[in-house]
């Protein structure tokens, strides 16, 4: 179930959105509380600024750092090893992201969308850490890539289920003081992400922070870094765990990325 609201003032509109999914009725979010909560983004996007050029701390909400960690996760999946079309080419053992970060699949929750008793091969599934403290502990393998790869399968052909972060966990208040100054990113555009290279450049809106507080929304600027750095410069993470999603992710705040504004 999911609203789009659109809001307007003497700079213009703005449009944002917010949805519920559930297995079960039941489980869904109230209507109106969907039409609120889109309504209130939507307003809150009104009168953008741009901003300066340089490097600051960028930190994803988590609607979007859902889509930074399944980056890493492609890199990590056996499709993309054995065609040599991935940053991280033979990096079992080997840290692929912050020594905080764990990334766990936990297919068996109850009543979670991505849990799932078998895989797209009809192998069981079970869980297992990806990522462990920052290393690479398993690829994620379908019988053909592991066949293809020498290895085992991983129970994963369809893709991950219930992918976890782990870590310790700071408010998305301490998050923003720990930035001081920089971007949060809610929304972001286009498609340049280079799977071999780890190259990252994306168009990005979202709110300025200074002094540790929301100051102002901001559109129509880039982002950009390289992931494998991104990955490793990863500073905190968020307690504010978005569950709507096969990858399950809360806010991320990676340190010195590149914004392009004016």
Known sequence: MSCVAIAEDDHGMQRD?????????DGLEDVAAIGRHAARRAVERLSPRRVQTGRFPVLYAPEVASGLIAHLLGAL?????????SYLLDALGH?????????????????????????????????????????????????????????????????????????????????LAAMGRGLVVTELMGQGV????????????????????????????????????????????????DERGNIRAPSLLVEGMTIAGD
């Open 194 to 241: 280079n799977a071999v290279t780890g190259d990252y450049s994306r168009g990005a809106s979202g709110f300025w922070v200074e002094n540790g507080e929301i100051a102002y929304p901001v559109d129509e600027i880039t982002i950009a870094g390289n992931l494998k750095d991104m990955f490793m410069n990863l500073a905190l993470i968020g307690d504010d765990v």
């Open 77 to 85: 999946s056996g499709g993309a090893q054995y065609r040599k079309a």
């Open 95 to 175: 840290p692929v992201a912050a020594p905080h970060l764990s990334l766990v699949e936990e297919p068996h929750l109850p009543g979670r969308i991505g849990s799932a008793a078998f895989d797209g091969d009809g192998v069981a599934t079970w869980s297992k850490p990806f990522v462990s403290s920052g290393v690479a502990e398993h690829y994620i393998l379908s019988t053909y890539s592991a066949r293809r790869l020498g290895m085992h399968t991983t129970g994963n052909a369809g893709g991950v289920f219930n992918l976890s972060v782990h870590g310790e966990t700071r408010s998305v208040d301490e998050l």
């Open 17 to 25: 959105y917010w949805y519920s999914v559930a297995r079960r009725r």
